[in-house]
């Protein structure tokens, strides 16, 4: 790679990796630094930004998959169904404890046609001990509440109706039976209001038939509607998911440019390293521990594809290497060795166990490093 080089670069005479210093540009160094840091800023900046982006994103998407598997298996035939709750249509089984969906709302007309059919039995002539409040005080009632866990009254739903308190005719349906239930679970089957009771039941659930198939045909209209909006939504999610990945994708692709232009025009300023530093970064490659000498190796692989950085034996050529792999070499491994010289005091004592196994592993990749290195500079040797 050839570098272009407008001024005599500053040399820095020191060439020890651990110790040099990265003002390797030319003679106004000073501001170009402070302009590649200003620029390194700013990528930073938007590097978090778009952090946050893809974080957002990557959670929508495991969310999305995590509900679409929950969904999967709780499907039997792998169908899309909607579930609709069933009337029981005898009074065998019905059992009181039906309650409404919660979601669906009645139309006004349905709630009418509830209304006709709750005057009826309000007024019909068996109604009166129903249409009030019991007077367990008054009647001396006084294991009622231990027996009923919910009072109710046909004045109380009358009220209900009135103030607009009910908002599906199920609610409305499932305090009828209750009270009339009510009844029949406190008296005795010989006891008049007992016989009331079952006998204004079995009308009200007669009538509680007739608008059963209107009821239904409202339940399933409503359930395909609010499918097909949280469909809706759903795809206008993904599609907004869908456009924010395409832009992250498109500004980290930009990133990716400006950070490649940047080491370009940083190695073009910089001088390139003389034989004695790559002696040094030779020798400072063999005092990386084996993690950070596998990194080392990943980095000269991402400009030489064909180099074989996982291989248990390489041979490494330093000479040959771009200027700007070396200057990632140098960089990275005074980096790699500080922090090394930094851990190793705090650690002593706790892997004095593992020092023997360590050093010998160490040795060894330091020993087959070296060896490579050492073969190519015979080879080239040889052919000068």
């Not at 009844?183 to 009771?197: G, T």
């Not at 692989?301 to 180099?307: D, G, I, L, Q, V």
């Amino acid at each position: 790679m050839s570098v272009h080089v407008k001024e005599e670069p500053v040399l820095v005479p020191n060439c020890d990796v651990e110790n040099t210093e990265l003002a390797v540009i030319n003679g106004n160094g000073e501001s170009e630094l402070e302009d590649f840091g200003t620029c390194v800023d700013d990528i930073t900046d938007r590097v978090n930004q778009l952090e946050q982006k893809v974080v957002e994103v990557e959670h929508f998407y495991s969310t999305k998959d995590g509900a679409a598997q929950t969904n999967t298996s709780k499907s039997n035939s792998g169908g899309k169904k909607i579930a609709i709750s069933q009337p029981n249509t005898s009074k065998c089984n019905s059992t009181g404890k039906e309650k409404s969906k919660g979601k669906h709302v009645s139309s006004p007309e349905l709630i009418r046609q509830f209304a006709t059919i709750f005057r009826q039995i309000a007024q019909h002539k068996w109604a009166w001990p129903f249409l009030e409040p019991v007077d367990v005080k008054g009647l001396g009632l006084h294991d009622y509440y231990k027996v009923i866990e919910k009072p109710m009254d046909l004045g109380t739903i009358k009220k209900k109706l009135e103030g607009s308190e009910y908002s599906n005719v199920r609610e409305i349906y499932a305090d009828v039976r209750l009270v009339f239930k009510n009844a029949m679970k406190y008296n005795e089957e010989k006891e008049d209001v007992y016989v009331m009771a079952e006998s204004l039941l079995e009308k009200f659930e007669e009538k509680w038939l007739t608008i059963m198939p209107k009821l239904v045909e409202e339940e399933k209209k409503q359930a395909e509607e609010e499918a097909e909006e949280r469909a809706s939504k759903q795809l206008a999610m993904e599609a907004a998911q869908a456009e924010m990945a395409r832009d992250l994708s498109n500004e980290l692709y930009e990133i990716d440019l400006q950070l490649e232009r940047l080491r370009e025009s940083v190695v073009q300023r910089c001088r390139k390293l003389s034989t004695q530093e790559k002696k040094g970064l030779s020798a400072a490659l063999g005092r990386l521990s084996p993690e950070d000498l596998s990194k080392a190796l990943k980095m000269v692989s991402e400009s030489n594809p064909s180099f074989p950085a996982g291989a248990p034996e390489v041979e490494l050529d330093i000479d040959v290497q771009t200027d700007v792999t070396l200057w990632r070499l140098k960089v990275f491994v005074q980096e790699a060795l500080k922090a090394a010289n930094k851990s190793s005091g705090g650690t002593n004592a706790q892997n004095n166990n593992n020092t023997g196994e360590i050093n010998k592993n160490n040795a060894k990749r330091r020993r087959e490093i070296s060896d490579a290195i050492n073969k190519a500079s015979i080879k080239r040797a040889k052919k000068a």
